[in-house]
């Protein structure tokens, strides 16, 4: 029998294919504790609720200037 290799979804449970699955970045900031995790959703979990606003996702800066990637000088 052959290996399905799928996703479940964090949300819900169910298996997903790599097509249907949804990387959601959750934030979190307390009193003693902020950071972030990511979770995979299907299609039927990764709508937002109504009333709900999302903060944009904060962009890494890239470690390497794009002059020593591209020219290496």
């Known amino acids: 029998m052959a290996q399905y290799n799928g996703f479940t979804c964090d949300n819900c449970g169910s298996v ?3 097509a249907e699955r949804t990387k959601v970045t959750v934030r979190f900031e307390g009193e ?3 950071g972030e995790y990511t979770k995979d959703k ?5 709508e937002v609720p109504i009333g709900i606003e999302l903060k944009p996702i904060r962009r ?3 470690t390497t200037s794009s002059q020593q990637v591209a020219g290496g000088e």
């Open 60 to 62: 890494r800066r890239r």
């Open 32 to 34: 003693t504790v902020e």
């Open 16 to 18: 997903i294919s790599a």
């Open 42 to 46: 299907c299609p039927n979990c990764v």
